[in-house]
């Protein structure tokens, strides 16, 4: 199994609807969890981080973690033609600076 | 705050060629990680320096080496470059402390080799 996994997509909503995007890991050691957003040839921006179980909440931006079930999640409301991007969820390495990246799911917000 | 900058911004190499890239951090932060992005392998770390040592590596071939200056800026070498070497390198900056480990990318170096 891959350490962080993410459905690939591409994942296509109309303007104004939920985005869901999700991720699934293995190393049960992992504390720290980030979404990163990377638009076409350019690099990956920090989007949110979260390191408890539960949800958290910033704008239109929610990330939601579920350590037991080993999952992560980001939620965008009201999505924009703008959030069209690859959302890349990575995990920090236990007990390390190392960030751990799944492959992406490209999303495309329909007007 | 100025951000993570990285020079150069793009480059042309040819097979057995050697090429160095550099990174200058975010003002305080003492970590710079660096990572290759490849259309079919994503984002993979290299290795991770913290007041100018090499403290996290990842799995790639010796040819891959960095170091970190005193002031944090951060170069990356790799030698006898490789076809397979073409990728986007990003570094990234942050405190490096526990809990404040967030990582912020610069805007990446695209190699190619040909």
């Known amino acids: 199994q891959k350490e962080v996994e993410q459905n690939s997509g591409p994942l296509s909503v109309p303007e104004g609807a939920i985005a869901s995007l999700n991720c699934t890991y293995s190393?049960?050691?992992?504390?720290?969890f980030f979404w990163y957003r990377q638009y076409s040839g350019k690099s990956p921006e920090l989007i949110m981080s979260?390191?408890?179980?539960g949800d958290k909440e910033d704008g239109r931006f929610t990330a939601q973690l579920n350590k037991a079930s080993q999952y992560v999640s980001l939620l965008i409301r009201d999505s924009q033609p703008s959030d069209s991007a690859t959302y890349l969820c990575?995990?920090?390495?236990?007990?390390?600076?190392?960030?751990?990246f799944g492959k992406g799911t490209k999303l495309t917000v329909n007007p | 705050k100025a951000g993570v900058t990285q020079t150069p911004r793009y480059l042309i190499k040819t097979r057995g060629q050697q090429v160095t890239l550099s990174c200058s951090p975010i003002s305080g932060h003492r970590s710079v990680s660096w990572y290759q992005q490849t259309p079919g392998q994503g984002l993979q770390f290299l290795f991770e320096y913290f007041s100018e040592t090499q403290r996290n590596k990842g799995n790639f071939p010796g040819r891959f080496s960095g170091r970190q200056f005193s002031n944090s800026r951060s170069e990356m070498n790799v030698s006898t470059l490789e076809l397979g070497d073409s990728a986007l390198y990003l570094c990234?900056?942050?405190?490096?402390?526990?809990?404040?480990?967030?990582?912020?990318f610069g805007p990446g170096t695209r190699l190619l080799v040909l």
């Open positions: 990234a900056s942050s405190l490096g402390h526990r809990g404040q480990e967030t990582q912020y």
């Open positions: 190393d049960r050691v992992s504390q720290s």
């Open positions: 990575a995990l920090l390495q236990g007990g390390s600076e190392k960030l751990v």
């Open positions: 979260i390191y408890s179980n």
